[in-house]
């Protein structure tokens, strides 16, 4: 790493070899610092400044058991000044390196604020889509499916029936006297019945059923399942109607209403979901008019 120039170690690579000797003047004063050392050279010129102030230390303590010689003097003082002169570029280098590394880490801080941003905004856009999307196939009072969304249910129930022995039945149900209410309660009351009429309608349909607010005070249930006849039909719509009928408390109000409710089956009562729906709204109007609570669609009607 180092060589010798009389009894004082130089430096080995031929960079520093010219750079080192430019740092002096003929009389040991320092010139213009050279170009910036490689970070990748930093161990061997510190190696070598260290092992130059090694060799000077003990060629001083050798000096001061001989004669005075001026001339070993000047010798070590260059020597000093160009490992000096070394440790100045070490350190220049290192402040720059600082000042890229300081510019480095801001940029860095500054693309990951950006990317903190990006991700938020992307997340945002997103919940906005979906909460548009359930804005869109949900009922904004009772947070049912509305009529859009379970027509859509129904068409892929329709397209993927795989078994014929898979029974399709659609309960259309009705709020007989509705109008009354808002009528003589008004609206707000009749919106809270809407809501506790949806609450007790859910509590009986399975979780795999789809359960659904068509408009005004009407609301359809598709129940699927292996062989189902009009017994268990019917033990169903008995269920949905006891639950409705319960009386219901709105404020210091104590009210009762009644359902009539149609029950269409596939593939019999339509091929279609348009076609059930409106097989299930006659059979609803039957049960209606005929005060019985429920009715199958009858095709001779």
Known sequence: MLSSEGSSPRFARPEYRQAMPDLLQGDGARAAPVGDIRLCDWDEL???????????????????????????ASQVQAGVLECAAALDQLHATLLQELARSGALELQLFDA??????????????????????????????TGL???????????????????????????????DDFKQINDQHSHEVGDEVLKVVALRLARVVRSEDMFSRLGGDEFACLRMGPALGRPQLSALAGKLFDAVSAPLSIGALTLQIKPSIGIALYPGDGSSSAALLRSADAAMYDAKRQHCGHAFFDHGG
């Open 112 to 141: 990951q604020s950006a990317l903190a941003s990006a991700r938020a905004e992307l997340a945002g856009t997103q919940d906005e889509e979906r909460k548009a999307r359930h804005l869109a196939m949900h009922d904004g009072l």
């Open 145 to 175: 499916p509305n009529r859009r969304y379970f027509s859509e249910r129904l068409d892929h129930a329709l397209a993927h029936l795989e078994s014929p022995d898979i029974t399709l039945a659609l309960f259309y149900l009705d709020l």
């Open 46 to 72: 510190f190696a070598a400044v260290k092992l130059r102030l090694r060799a000077l230390v003990g060629e001083r303590l050798t000096v001061r058991t001989l004669l005075s010689a001026p001339v070993r």
